[in-house]
T-cell receptor, first 117, second 113 residues
């Protein structure tokens, strides 16, 4: 099956620093990847849609200057949390569509637990 | 405003019995629905989906039922197995596919041996 690898699985950083999270599709090419965030006991919330070779599309309320997304190749998208603050502590998870149609299901990475101290 | 609601945070069933997980939605534009299963420290994995043109989709032990008039869908697992113990997320989209999925908060299923 389609595999999406996300790294790191957890990270602790100090307030004010930046953190980069990588998302790779290992056995398929992903023109589009999606970044989600989940707070404790809440649902997964779509943050942005990452498109290879173009700018990401951000959902309402998500600061694009704070959450920098780069989709440099068909197998790699990165999310950089800039100037992280404790309120950015959350579970970040990426996903990609493996098939050629948007009817294909999303395949998720294992997520990254970010803790900002 | 929660567009996809899973009102039961947890469910416990005996091995071999049926597990029924419920999901309600408010957005009448949703036309594609999915169920994902999530184990601790892993990402969600796709289980089963259903288009709004259908009212039932079956895949092995898993069946999803869709009642559009009630804006309700359910996932039936028969027979339930201990390995099914996980958090189940209901998701929906208005794009006919997996773009812009809206997720519920999940239901933790425990299947007791």
């Amino acid at each position: 099956g389609a595999v999406v690898s996300q790294h790191p699985s957890w990270v602790i950083c100090k307030s004010g620093t930046s953190v980069k999270i990588e998302c790779r599709s290992l056995d398929f090419q992903a023109t589009t990847m999606f970044w989600y965030r989940q707070f404790p006991k809440q649902s997964l919330m779509l943050m942005a849609t990452s498109n290879e070779g173009s700018k990401a599309t951000y959902e309402q309320g998500v600061e694009k200057d704070k959450f920098l997304i780069n989709h440099a190749s068909l197998t790699l998208s990165t999310l950089t949390v800039t100037s992280a603050h404790p309120e950015d502590s959350s579970f970040y998870i990426c996903s990609a569509i493996a098939g050629s149609s948007y009817n294909s299901p999303l395949h998720f990475g294992n997520g990254t637990r970010l803790t900002v101290t | 405003d929660q567009q996809v609601k899973q009102n039961s945070p947890s469910l416990s069933v005996q091995e071999g019995r049926i597990s029924i997980l419920n999901c309600d939605y408010t957005n009448s534009m949703f036309d594609y629905f999915l169920w994902y299963k999530k184990y601790p420290a892993e990402g969600p994995t796709f289980l089963i989906s259903i288009s709004s043109i259908k009212d039932k989709n079956e895949d092995g032990r898993f069946t999803v039922f869709l009642n559009k008039s009630a804006k309700h869908l359910s996932l039936h697992i028969v027979p339930s197995q201990p390995g099914d113990s996980a958090v189940y997320f209901c998701a929906a989209s208005a794009t006919g596919g997996s773009e812009k999925l809206v997720f519920g908060k999940g239901t933790k299923l425990t299947v007791n041996p």
